[in-house]
């Protein structure tokens, strides 16, 4: 069992940077895929970006340029780097791994203000 806690939201101003990080419990070798996917209020949680243990990146086409995913296998973090921050991108930030099962965080809010 696996467990993912992601840290780094907070209330931003528009314009500014965030870094979330997302560690876990266990190695994160053994994830095949890992992402960071978000949900604002009244909206279905979206795809923000994924890695793979490659590090192959697919990003939300919305948010290329401005967000970056990485990961950090010896240190078991996934990372998502957010630049030039909007209102619109005000939501609770969750990663998630695949390893034969997906595992979910609790999430991070994240506040953007105009």
């Known amino acids: 069992q696996v467990q993912l806690v992601e840290s780094g939201g907070g209330l931003v101003q528009a314009g500014g940077s965030l870094r979330l990080s997302c560690l876990a419990s266990?190695?994160?070798?053994?994830?095949?895929?890992m992402g960071w996917y978000r949900q604002a209020p009244g909206k279905q949680r979206e795809l923000v970006a994924t890695?793979?243990?490659?590090?192959?990146?697919n990003y939300a086409d919305s948010l290329k340029g401005r967000f970056a995913i990485s990961r950090d296998n010896a240190k078991d973090t996934l990372y998502l780097q957010m630049n030039s921050l909007k209102p619109e991108d005000t939501a609770v930030y969750y990663c998630?791994?695949?390893?034969?099962?997906?595992?979910w965080g609790q999430g991070t809010q994240v506040t953007v203000s105009s």
């Open positions: 998630n791994g695949y390893a034969g099962y997906m595992y």
């Open positions: 266990g190695s994160i070798r053994s994830m095949s895929v």
């Open positions: 890695i793979t243990r490659g590090g192959s990146t």
